[in-house]
């Protein structure tokens, strides 16, 4: 039996952030993944996706230019452009493994399972620690459907060596979307069904509308309120067949991806032989990320039942605040009064704080100024005909929740998670001197 002060289960942004830390402050900790180091983020998530994306915005800008400035055509050469995200993706895992070298953290590779409150095997090891850290991510929810094992998921997505002609994505969450707008962009036609009556529901609906708007523009067929309720395989494709309230529709495509959202990965961990209670939104944790059954125990990121969004710089914020519970004690409670959240669809909808109808469930007193803003010179000089706010804040002039679609949207959204988090005022970024022409000399006229 190996003997640690700290194991931590899982090697992505929130499990690395708190291994590191740990073992940087002197305790020793090993670490262990079952797959790769670097996590989804890194390895089948944002960054790869990113890549992706940037290839895409390329194409949406030259599109949109054409024929005021323009010529020519030009287009994703699918698998250059894969070789390049792949090249640059697979550089990671090492850089992962040098950084776990420098701080003195022990690396395993392998899955964990506990064998009791205090101890994990790692396949033929033993391991047993003070502290044992839960921050094994989620992976994509199985789909309880007739044939719901055919459809590809997002790792295989960003892994596809060529786009098909025809796309359908269960589901019209972020996954969908991004995933949608990249392959229109890269020449496949995409159908979405989603069960909602609207996509990404958690966002501004005013906003989304405009998202609803430009996709439908693109060609992708975005079929809302529509439930999948089984696949088939179909010669060399496959046959979808959908429902909703009016009746039931059946199509044929060449790929199906499962994009019906993501659970916490907990599956075989044995957690009830360390009396770790959990549900379906991960580990049941206090408000140190420590689990309400198990005191030796922490979760952080995705597998942990938090009050944050599952999004990467939470993992991160999450991982801090464990790894400062573990060497101080509990004394860091995550701040979750911002966290700014993307959607790499093209255009880009970014959303921080609350919508109005949060605002309103929460029986605040609050104004909002919401408009188009198409007609602005900064939409205007691209052709861009997608630009809208919806900015909501107090009585006192404090910003509530900020809600943007259009050019470089994730990078606004971030002044305004700044202002939040600064209590700054709408009057004092509505008088700042912003360097012009940038988008965020925007802000002073939306607030
Ligand atoms: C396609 C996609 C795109 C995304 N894009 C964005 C984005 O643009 N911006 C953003 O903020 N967020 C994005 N996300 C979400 C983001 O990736 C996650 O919120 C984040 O990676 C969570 O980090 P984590 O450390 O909690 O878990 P993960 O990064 O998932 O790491 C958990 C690790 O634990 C390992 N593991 C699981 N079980 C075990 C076990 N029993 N034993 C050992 N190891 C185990 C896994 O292999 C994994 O490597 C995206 C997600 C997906 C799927
Ligand atoms: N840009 C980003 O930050 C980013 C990008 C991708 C993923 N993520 C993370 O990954 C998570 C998972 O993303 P996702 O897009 O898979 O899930 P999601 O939860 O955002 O959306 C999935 C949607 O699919 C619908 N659905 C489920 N089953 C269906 C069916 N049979 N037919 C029709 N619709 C169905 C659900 O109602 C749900 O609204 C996100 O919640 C987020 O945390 C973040």
């Not at 998202?211 to 179909?234: N, Y």
């Not at 804040?393 to 994730?410: N, Q, R, T, V």
Request: net charge neutral; with cysteine; charged share 25%.
């Amino acid at each position: 039996m190996k003997k640690y002060d700290v194991i931590v289960i899982g090697s992505g942004m929130g499990g690395m952030t708190i291994a590191n830390k740990c073992a940087k402050k002197g305790l020793k900790t090993a670490v262990t993944d079952s797959r790769p180091y670097g996590g989804t983020c890194a390895l089948r998530g944002c960054d790869p996706k990113k890549i992706l994306v940037g290839a895409a915005e390329i194409i949406d800008r030259a599109n949109k230019m054409k024929g005021i400035g323009i010529q020519g055509h030009i287009s994703i050469n699918w698998q250059d452009l894969m070789a390049y995200k792949n090249e640059l993706v697979s550089k990671m895992p090492k850089n992962v493994e040098k950084g776990y070298e420098k701080s003195g953290v022990e690396m395993y590779h392998g899955t964990a399972s506990f064998e009791s409150e205090n101890t994990v095997r790692i396949g033929d090891d033993l391991l047993e620690a003070d502290k044992i850290v839960i921050a094994t991510g989620a992976r994509p929810v199985v789909l309880d459907i007739p044939g719901g094992n055919l459809p590809i998921d997002s790792t295989d997505f960003l892994n596809l060596g060529k786009l098909p002609e025809h796309i359908t994505f269960i589901g019209g969450g972020y996954i969908a979307m991004e995933f949608a707008h990249l392959a229109v962009r890269a020449g496949s036609k995409v159908t979405i069904f989603h069960r909602g009556k609207m996509p990404l529901e958690s966002f501004e609906s005013d906003i989304v509308k405009h998202l609803v708007k430009a996709t439908e523009e693109l060609g992708i067929e975005l079929h809302l309120e529509w439930d999948v309720v089984a696949v088939e395989k179909k010669d060399s494709g496959y046959t979808v067949k959908a429902e909703s309230k009016g009746g039931e529709k059946t199509i044929q495509t060449n790929l199906v991806v499962n994009a019906a959202g993501r659970v916490p990965e907990l599956d075989g961990m044995n957690l009830e032989k360390a009396n770790i209670s959990y549900g379906k939104k991960g580990i049941d944790v206090n408000e140190y990320l420590q689990s309400l059954t198990n005191e030796r125990v922490y979760a952080a990121g995705d597998a942990a039942d938090s009050k944050g969004l599952n999004l990467t710089p939470v993992a991160v914020m999450e991982g801090h605040a464990v790894a400062t519970n573990i060497i101080r004690g509990n004394s860091k409670k995550p701040d979750y009064t911002e966290m700014p959240s993307s959607v790499f669809t093209l255009p880009t909808l970014a959303a921080v704080g609350m919508t109005e109808a949060q605002a309103k469930k929460a029986g605040l007193e609050y104004q909002v100024k919401a408009s188009s803003a198409s007609s602005w010179y900064n939409a205007k000089r691209i052709n861009e005909s997608t630009y809208a706010y919806k900015i909501i804040s107090d009585k006192e002039g404090y910003i509530l929740g900020a809600h943007i679609i259009g050019p470089h949207a994730e990078e606004m959204i971030n002044l305004f998670a700044m202002t939040i988090k600064a209590k700054l005022k709408v009057s004092d970024i509505r008088d700042m001197v912003y360097s012009y022409p940038s988008m965020a000399s925007d802000i002073g006229s939306m607030v």
